[in-house]
């Protein structure tokens, strides 16, 4: 593909702008990426350690509530441990939250004040995830890990829903206590914060976009006025020798050198070539007149040689002439015998034309 100069030097000022917006708009949108989900990541997290918090609150209010029982009664002592339950078990806070309690072996202690489950081994139950919700509800308390993510079903339906538990062990009455909350709120949270975050990524991406073509505007129209700048005088430079090539050029016309730079170079060694054109071509014209003036001498100096040929011709035609009328006339006449010697013998003077010669010696053999 043939491209023009004024192409060449748009596509100089244009393409290195656009790779480098390229280039920029990538790296930024990977990097705005890389923040967003940071920042999601972050809020999940920080939401997780608040709700974690407020749960490590609530089971250390519950302990405090039974920590003068606790730290008076004896390993074993059922009654303080029965007097302990019956406090937690009462023990509720915000719209759903309450206390429960296993043992060692899993078995349901109490949940809340409700009877449901208790007395029941919960060692086999699993979310739908596959976790032993209670079987690890009371590993971690017995570790001092305390938490525990799982999903569970809310009352009365059966969709699960996220969950996270913590829980707290008494080894003097072989009694895991803690609590759970739901954390569906923090995803949806999280989801908030996702949307505004793509939102603003967004928002960001058409900014860097608008401004990348508006550069991409100014670099063209400034590309678009330095190429015309810097291909005007190749133009004229270009008609000039356009010109010379069709013969009609003008070489008395030079470049105008308006700059320093090699485009201002370039115009001056134009002028050069086109003044050292202009003296062959002066040299040239003037050898051809001085040629001229000699060819016509020559013709002048051929045309006299050819007139004095012509001349020495007819001279020379009349000699024959003469010669041959003399010798008929020798034969006929009976006097022919006694024709003087000196005539036919005597030698031409020097400087005499043969034609007279004979004309003489003709006009003396008639009167003889």
Known sequence: MRLSLKAKVLSLAVLPVLIFALVISATTVFMLHRQAEREVSDTRERLLSEAKATLQNYVAIAMTAIKPLYEAAAPGDETARANAIKLLSSISYGKDGYIFGYDSQVIRIFRSNSPDGVGKSFNDARDANGVYINRELVAVGKAGTHYVM???????????????????????????????????????????????????????????????????????????????????????????????????????????????????????????????????????????????????????????????????????????????????????????????????????????????????????????
């Open 150 to 368: 799982y999903s569970s079903a809310l009352p009365g339906k059966t969709e699960p829903v996220p969950k996270i538990g913590y829980t707290d062990y008494l080894p003097k009455w072989d009694l895991i206590i803690g609590s759970a909350v739901n954390i569906d709120g923090i995803d949806a949270k999280v989801a908030e914060v996702r949307q505004n975050v793509e939102a603003r990524l967004k928002e960001m991406l058409y900014s860097i976009l608008g401004i990348t073509v508006l550069v991409l505007v100014i670099i063209g129209v400034i590309g678009i006025l330095m190429a015309g700048t810097l291909l005007r005088p190749l133009g004229l430079m270009k008609n000039n020798l356009d010109d010379i090539a069709a013969g009609e050029g003008d070489l008395t016309r030079r470049l105008a050198i308006t700059s320093n730079d090699e485009l201002g170079d370039l115009a001056g060694s134009f002028n050069r070539f086109v003044d050292k054109i202009h003296g062959m071509v002066r040299q040239v014209s003037e050898m051809t007149g001085q040629l001229n003036g000699l060819v016509g001498e020559v013709s002048s100096q051929a045309q006299r040689s050819e007139t004095a040929m012509d001349r020495q011709r007819h001279e020379t035609d009349q000699v024959a002439t003469a010669s041959i009328r003399c010798r008929l006339r020798l034969k006929r006449s009976p006097r022919a015998r006694r024709v003087p010697p000196w005539l036919l013998s005597r030698p031409t003077s020097k400087g005499t034309p043969p034609s007279a010669l004979w004309t003489a010696a003709s006009d003396r053999f008639m009167r003889w």
